[in-house]
């Protein structure tokens, strides 16, 4: 997990160390990264959909049943909330929020400012995500844009998958495969279940917290990317290690993870209101 970016200075200290997960950092821009999609991409996977944060990447998703009256959602990291990381066991419900995201068109450019009215869900704990319910509904910002929510896989991810990580924040796409996954992620005080571990193509970077995680065949999200161990130490802040059901313990320099998201969907009733009471849902509670 990359701490957000603050600040120019920061950016440019995050290019000049080269750093190399979760939190990207390259700065191509989207004619650049257009030429990267069309060959590593079979299915062209675009940024229509994606957000850029102040300090990480999300995207604008709905469950299969979303309505397009439904307020939209925004998906990004637990860790990217601008009320900071929330501490083990700590879940964010329902918390007001205002925090503005640029909406971007196909080819990267930003087309619109969309705007939260709260924080409908967020947590480190089990896995690394928020939710924001944003003040627009999926039918005015697909009216005003032309542009259409992301929808959420119902479904495990499969091994073996072509995937691509679609960063709003850097304007770039990471393209590779589930390479498998994690029976527990632990990342200094975190630990996450059943995470996506990739193959080494997706390198991601600082900036790249909250991208969504696209199924190449289906387009649709299986996942939100959120690090990777840079330095190769052990269960260290930004330093993930794997935790085998038998306790064993993996480091993978250089590799990087994302949090499955169709536990998600469960989760989410009439209205697009989060109910963590719902039939399936196992989101950990307040």
């Known amino acids: ?23 990207a950092a390259t700065g191509h821009d989207a004619a650049a990264t257009d030429t990267v999609k069309t060959k590593l991409s079979p299915k062209a996977v675009n940024f229509a959909g994606t957000v850029a944060l102040s300090n990480c990447s999300g995207s604008v998703v709905r469950t299969p049943s979303s309505q397009p009256s439904d307020p939209a959602l925004v998906l990004s990291n637990g860790h990217c ?19 503005s995201f640029t909406l971007l068109n196909a080819s990267g450019s930003g087309v619109g400012t969309l705007r939260a009215s709260k924080i409908a869900y967020g947590t480190m704990t089990d896995t690394d995500i928020s939710v924001y319910q944003l003040t627009r509904t999926y039918a005015q910002i697909e009216s005003s844009y032309g542009i259409k929510a992301l929808e959420l896989n119902t479904a495990h991810p499969v091994q073996g998958t072509a995937i691509t990580v679609v960063s709003g924040y850097w304007k770039r796409t990471y393209a590779c495969n589930v390479d498998g996954f994690v ?20 390198q991601t970077i600082g900036g790249t917290s909250g991208s969504p995680v696209i199924d190449n065949a289906t387009g649709k999200v299986v996942a939100v990317n959120n690090t990777g161990n840079e330095d190769g130490q052990q269960c260290t802040d930004n330093n993930p290690c794997e935790v085998d059901e038998s306790g064993n313990v993996t480091v993978r320099q250089g590799i990087n993870y994302a949090q499955e998201t169709y536990g998600i969907v469960p989760c989410i009733g009439t209205g697009n209101k989060f109910d963590l009471n719902r039939p399936g849902c196992a989101l950990p509670k307040p």
């Open 1 to 23: 997990m990359k701490k957000p970016l603050v600040g120019a200075l920061f950016t440019v200290l995050l290019l000049g160390a080269g750093i190399a997960p979760a939190t």
């Open 81 to 99: 909330m601008e009320s900071g990381f929330p501490g083990p066991g700590e879940v964010v419900f329902n918390q007001p929020s205002t925090r």
């Open 183 to 202: 029976y527990r992620l632990k990342e200094g005080e975190w630990t996450w279940k059943d995470s996506v571990r990739y193959t080494s193509a997706c």
